[in-house]
């Protein structure tokens, strides 16, 4: 479980350099609080923070929930992967929105199978 409790303080870790990616952008461009519009590259580092932020909804319980009732290394291991989905997301949306597909795509699939097996691993836990 220590891989997992690592694994898990690094998505939020991540989440973090995003905040600041947009504060720094937010302050580079001169929007100033509290539009949350304005200069495009800051829309698109803010879009990457929000986004990252609604899939966290997602990521953190589900990849608790796999740990516990199907396997923690499997966890820990698409965790790594939802980490390089969003850093490959903001990689693209920050050179080309229409790019982002993959890293969001990578996060979201990793997601799907944490989700996936967590699920199976309490159906069989029940049985």
Not at 49 to 54: A, K, Y
Not at 82 to 88: A, C, D, N
Request: aromatic letters at 12%.
């Amino acid at each position: 479980m220590a891989y997992v409790a690592l694994v898990t303080l690094l998505i939020l870790i991540q989440y973090i350099f995003f905040v600041i990616q947009a504060g720094k952008a937010r302050g580079k461009d001169n929007v100033v609080a509290p539009a949350t519009t304005g200069d495009e590259m800051y829309e698109r580092k803010s879009r990457v923070q929000i986004n990252t932020l609604e899939q966290l909804i997602i990521t953190l319980p589900a990849i608790m929930i796999c740990a516990h009732y199907f396997r923690p290394d499997v966890a820990a291991i698409l965790g790594w992967v939802f980490i390089i989905g969003r850093f490959v997301y903001s990689y693209s949306y920050t050179k080309d929105p229409k790019t982002r597909g993959l890293g969001f795509t990578i996060g979201f699939l990793a997601n799907v199978i944490l989700i996936g097996c967590g699920l199976y691993g309490i159906i069989a836990s029940m049985i």
